[in-house]
Every structure is written in C-alpha cells, then in structure tokens.
C-alpha cells in the first residue's frame, strides 16, 4: 500500500481530476504507457501525477479487483438486514462481514439497515450461510431479505463477459495471492520473488485479464477527494423496466456512466443498481433520466452513507 500523508485536501486540478476519472472507471491494470495514451497526455505527465497523489495520500493504495464467478462462485445474492437496535449496527455490521462468503456491506437509508452481497456455489451454500447468519446476529438482527441474483452485469464499473468458473492452476493461484498481498509490483518483481520465468508471469497476467479472472487494478482513494470527483454520493437503486424491451432497456441501463454495478435480480425488481453521483439532486436527476429515456416504470432507492469491504477475497482463492 502507498503511504497516507496528513495533508490538508487541495483543490485538484483539470488534468488530475480526467486522470482520477478514468482510473475508477478503468483502474490502473495497463503499463503507464498505454494509459497515458488513452488519456493523451505525456507518460512523464501521468508519471508525476500519480507520484504527486500517492505522496499526498489522495491515493492510498491499489487494490486488485477479482471476478468471483470465474472461481465458481456464481451464485450472487443481496441481502437486506433491519437491525433491533440501532446502537448495535457496528456490531451487527462487523458480523455480518465475518462471513467469509460476504464480499461487502453498505449502511442504507430507507425501510433496512444494511445491505449486503454475498457470493456462494451453489444454492446449498446459501441456505447453510443464512442458517449461521441468523444464528450469528440473532441478538443484533430482527429480519432480513435476500434478493437471488440471475446474472452480474457490471462489477466495480467494467461490464462482465465471462460468467463461467475458469480453469486455474497452481501458479496463477500463486500469482494472484502474491498481488493481493503486492499490489504496485511489477512482473519482473512478482517473477523473482515467486521463482517463475518473467515470461510466465507476462503470459499468465495476460490470460487472467484476458478472461477476466481479474477485472482491474483500482485505485483507493481519500474519501475526502471523491466529491472533486462528482461521486460523493453512492446508492442502491432497484429499477423495474418495460416488459416489453426488457432486454434493450438493461443494456441500455448497465452503460449509463454513473452505474457502477448492476445485477439482474429474480425477484419483483428486474435489477439492482450501484450508482454514483455529485450530489442527491444529481442522483435524481440520473433516475430521471433512466425515466426519460423509456428504460425504468418503477424504482426504488437506498442512499448508501457507510460501506466496508474485504480487502482480498481470501475465501474465493482458499476454495481454487
């Protein structure tokens, strides 16, 4: 991780805000080379700006982002929690991410609590962990809901091509373990400390990418720098859209630039929805443009105030 320095924020500037831009939608996985091309700026430029905010602490980290269904966990579901008493929500939360099966929890406004998703391989597991999990929090929780996901659509902003468990061998195991620990190593440093060829590692990274094993490498920001960057506010929106472009209205939805993830639920709502905006009026005006357009006839929405998630999914590689 890159160090966090006690700084005061500064306003950022045009060319740091395009660059933060496009590494949340894109993250960082590509030489800076390729990147500063896309962004058609000077690989010294974007050199110096990203040493500019990690030694400020506007990033403080990397993290690398993995597709739980090509390890087989194709089994999504959210879950939606009123807790018994608010002053025991901490409780309530850090239990809930205990599970190993729970990939991150959201603090909501609205009728619940907490929101939360969860990753499991069959329909077995998930009745084994809602049986623990309500033996777990059963002091901390009065009723929870699950929503069964039918198809993750978009997850931590890139669109998902492969739904299918990949075949992973001991050394892309190794290689993935080895960067959730070293995330700002590079190939020729991931080589020699696991004792591979340079060219293994090149190939496997690209294969892995490729597939879409792993998504990206994001960057991890100052919380104090997201409203620079008009996401300061996050929320869960459930949309229902016209039968009769059921299919045309979802993809239309899932490459609206302020959704962020998307899930297709089996439930009474058609998807759910994680998205991003500068403000709440901002938020509404992105509902109302999903309005506009003929793609939602219904929605509901939770602003998200708090929200933790693992820092690797250990569970995931544990199992391969």
């Known amino acids: 991780m890159v160090k966090n320095y006690n700084t005061n ?29 896309k962004l058609r700026i000077k690989t010294s430029t974007l050199s110096y700006i990203l040493k500019k905010m990690e030694s400020r602490g506007w ?21 939606f929690v009123k807790a018994r008493h608010h002053k025991d929500m901490h409780l309530l939360d850090d239990a809930i991410l205990n599970h190993p099966e729970v990939y991150s929890t959201n603090r909501i406004t609205g009728p619940y609590d907490i929101a939360f998703l969860a990753f499991f391989r069959n329909q077995y597991e998930s009745a084994d962990f809602m049986n623990r999990l309500v033996e777990d929090t059963s002091k901390y929780m009065r009723r929870i809901y699950s929503y069964p996901v039918l198809s993750l659509e978009k997850f931590h902003n890139i669109e998902i091509r492969n739904r ?36 293994t590692v090149s190939k496997r990274l690209k294969w892995m990418k490729d597939n879409q094993v792993i998504i ?58 994680l998205t991003r905006a500068d403000s709440v009026d901002c938020l509404y005006s992105n509902i109302q443009n999903l309005f506009s357009k003929g ?17 690797s999914p250990i569970h995931f590689l544990n199992d391969s």
């Open 9 to 37: 924020m500064e306003e950022l500037t045009k060319i740091e805000k395009r660059v933060l831009i496009y590494l949340i939608a894109h993250g960082l996985s590509e030489p800076i080379t390729a990147v500063s091309k």
């Open 59 to 79: 990033i403080k980290g990397y993290r690398y982002r993995l597709n739980p269904l090509a390890f087989g966990y194709s089994y999504p579901f959210w879950f």
């Open 164 to 199: 299918n468990q990949v075949k992973l061998d001991k050394r892309s195991i190794m290689i993935i373990n080895y960067l959730m620990e070293n995330p700002v190593s590079n190939v020729s440093k991931i080589a020699s400390d696991l004792g591979l060829h340079r060219d």
């Open 216 to 273: 990206k490498r994001s960057v991890v920001l100052d919380k104090r720098i997201t409203p620079q960057l008009g996401l300061a506010i996050r929320s869960i929106l459930f949309l229902n859209v016209e039968p009769s472009i059921r299919k045309k209205a979802l993809t239309t939805a899932r490459r609206e630039g302020f959704v962020h993830e998307m899930f297709l639920l089996g439930s009474r709502f058609d998807s759910l929805l």
């Open 295 to 311: 793609i939602a006839v219904a929605t509901e929405t939770s602003i998200v105030f708090y929200f933790k998630e693992k820092d």
